[in-house]
């Protein structure tokens, strides 16, 4: 499969704790974004890189969490000190920028995390 | 700021029925327009595309979109139905111009569809 993986797909963790997510983009993209959805709404975009510059941080991204595209390949997402607002479905998307063009996204099947 | 509206939530009909959903943009630039897909248990999976060039944009699994400049619209049609196209429906918008400084979408919150047999 030479799609968008995340890893885990699910994290169930108790507030306060600590949680990273992985996410691998198609190997050719050079665009990875990070978005969060909860239920009932689209998905708010949190932050994006091209390829290890972190371009774009949204408002919703708040000193708790933090991003990373080390190497320009694969990201991980930080969340500390996990809160009960932070449960939602974490997910990942790639693209391919060329110049001044941007091509479509495509998505990740997503780390649901719940926070008890 | 920009946003993106979808009229409805939650929309029921019967195989062999035609769809329509609607969505609404406010931007006052140039756009690139999507709608994605999410079936039960399923990633978000791009059905169609806009960037320029005929309105009228056909995408997979018989659907199609029409983009209106004039009413800031970018509605998704099929004319039949299935009952595997129950699944939720995104828009998403995404401004186009000369830096593309601005990569992220902005989605709608989503219309679920539900086709019963």
């Known amino acids: 499969d030479t799609g968008v993986s995340q890893n885990p797909r699910h994290k169930i963790t108790k507030r306060g704790q600590n949680v990273t997510f992985r996410c691998d983009p198609i190997s050719e993209h050079n665009r990875l974004y990070w978005y969060r959805q909860t239920l009932g709404q689209g998905p708010e975009f949190l932050t994006y890189?091209?390829?290890?510059?972190?371009?774009?941080k949204s408002r919703l991204l708040s000193d708790r969490f933090s991003a990373e595209r080390p190497k320009g390949s694969f990201s991980t997402l930080e969340i500390q000190r996990t809160e009960q607002g932070d449960s939602a479905m974490y997910l990942c998307?790639?693209?391919?920028?060329?110049?001044?063009?941007?091509?479509?996204?495509?998505f990740g099947p997503g780390t649901r995390l719940t926070v008890l | 700021a920009q946003s993106v509206s979808q009229h409805n939530h939650h929309v029921i009909l019967s195989e062999a029925a035609s769809l329509e959903l609607g969505c609404n943009y406010s931007?006052?630039?140039?756009?690139?327009l999507f709608w994605y897909v999410q079936y039960p248990g399923q990633h978000l999976q791009l059905l169609l595309k806009?960037?320029?060039?005929?309105?009228l944009v056909k995408g997979i699994k018989g659907f199609e979109a029409e983009f209106i400049k004039s009413k800031f619209s970018f509605n998704l049609r099929k004319p039949s139905v299935q009952w595997s196209d129950t699944a939720e429906y995104f828009c998403a918008v995404r401004p186009s111009g000369t830096t593309d400084s601005w990569g992220k979408f902005q989605f709608g919150a989503g219309t679920q569809v539900v086709v019963t047999p």
């Open positions: 806009y960037f320029s060039g005929d309105p």
């Open positions: 931007y006052g630039g140039t756009v690139n």
């Open positions: 998307a790639s693209s391919l920028s060329q110049g001044l063009v941007s091509h479509e996204q495509f």
């Open positions: 890189f091209q390829n290890e510059a972190q371009l774009e």
